[in-house]
Each structure stands twice: as C-alpha cells, then as structure tokens.
C-alpha cells in the first residue's frame, strides 16, 4: 500500500500567486520523519526540511512554510508569492523508525509557475 | 551538511554492455547507502540498501543479478548495471547516512543512464 500520497499531479500558477501542495503519509510506527525535497529538471535532490513525527510545530522559511498535522497525517507545503525559479517537481517523503535514513518517496507533484 | 558525491552524472552505452556508477560519501562515514530508480515523470523507488561489509538487500521485483551492489568501504557504494538493455535507460541516485545515530540520509547528485 502506497504509504506517501500527493494527489496533485501536477499544478499550474502564475507568478506571484501562492500555491499549496497536499502530503497525506501512512505509517503504524509512533516515531518517524517527514521531509520534502525539490527536483529541478537538472536533477538532483534539493532538500527542503525535515520534521520528526513529535514535532508538530509548523515551521515557515522564506517563501516556504508547512503545516504538520498528525491527526489527518498530513504534511502540506506552501510556497508563498511563487517565483519561476519554483518551476520544479516536489516531492514528499517518510523515514520510519525501523528504516533509518531510507526513505519512501510520494508520486511528486509538478509545479509550473509562469511569468 | 554532508556531501555525497555521484559518478559519472551521465553515461550513454550499448545495449549489452555493463555500467558501473559510484557513490561515495565524502566528509562521513556511511554505514549504509541507498539506491534509488526513477523513470521519467515517475517518482523514486527504492532498489536496494547496501550496508557495509555485507551483501545488500534489494527491494522486491528488483533483480540481484542485473544490479550488482559493492559497499566495499564506509566511504564507497558501487552499483554495476549488468548487460544493460534500453530499459534500464533511468535516473540512479543514492543516498548515504552517518555511521553511527539516526540521521537523515544525504542525497548524490544521480546518475543519468541511457542504454542505446
């Protein structure tokens, strides 16, 4: 069973304009982690944050922010005033107790952002 | 935050052939290295996990055979694409984390094959 979901597939804006997108994880374990990466078309892995699953403070950084919220398991990302250079594929992922460092990655959610 | 460095970033070779890409992590020491896979417009999947000193555990429907894993030293992962055909063309990437605590796993820069 598919344990990281990003229903948004893909999501269009137009500059400056916030856009949201949607994380909802499952996992039995008590104690795990929740990150986010970007993946411009070049490639590599940009790491965006980490959250353990005790810490549901929502934590804002720039332009990003994410709201952790365990009762719906779900681990949303909001890029405020979006930029073209936000033009990238995100994706959510989870780190289990059991599984250090070994992530699970969801489908990715494609951001266009146009001038 | 720890550098985990990816070679070659991108090979083009024959159907038939063999490719060997590295991962090395270059200021830690890494008990255990991830592999990741992803096709285009798809997301990353596990392939396998190699620990040091050990064989790897691959993930299911990953065959063993193809994807030779070497985790020789805590600095080096190998993986050794064997009799490549063209579809295993795909983003390889790998992960490394710390050898000793919990600590996220750090991210090479991935590996674009295309088999011709």
């Known amino acids: 069973a598919q344990k990281v979901t990003q229903a948004q597939t893909e999501i269009s804006v137009v500059e400056k304009e916030d856009v949201t997108l949607d994380c909802v994880y499952e996992t039995r374990d008590t104690t795990y982690y929740l990150f986010w990466y970007k993946q411009p078309p070049s490639g590599e892995l940009v790491f965006l944050i980490r959250r353990n699953s005790f810490d549901e403070q929502n934590e804002i950084s720039g332009r990003y922010s994410w709201n952790f919220q365990k009762s719906t398991s779900s681990f949303n990302f909001t890029i405020t005033a979006s930029q073209v250079v936000d033009s990238a594929v995100y994706f959510c992922?989870?780190?289990?107790?059991?599984?250090?460092?070994?992530?699970?990655f969801g489908a990715g959610t494609q951001v266009v952002v146009t001038p | 935050g720890a550098v985990v460095s990816q070679h070659p970033s991108r090979v083009i070779c024959k159907s038939g052939t063999s490719v060997k890409i590295e991962c090395r992590s270059l200021?830690?020491?890494?008990?255990?290295m991830f592999w990741y896979r992803q096709f285009p417009k798809q997301s990353l999947m596990l392939m396998a996990t190699s620990n040091e000193g050990s064989k790897a555990t691959y993930e299911q429907g990953v065959e063993k055979d193809k994807f030779l894993i070497n985790h020789a030293s805590l600095t080096l992962s190998t993986l050794t694409v064997t009799s490549a055909h063209p579809e295993d063309s795909s983003f390889y990437i790998c992960?490394?984390?710390?050898?000793?605590?919990?600590?996220?796993?750090?991210f090479g820069q991935g590996t674009r094959l295309t088999v011709v």
């Open positions: 992922a989870l780190s289990e107790d059991d599984s250090w460092g070994k992530l699970q």
């Open positions: 992960s490394a984390r710390y050898r000793t605590g919990r600590s996220e796993a750090f």
């Open positions: 200021d830690f020491q890494a008990t255990t």
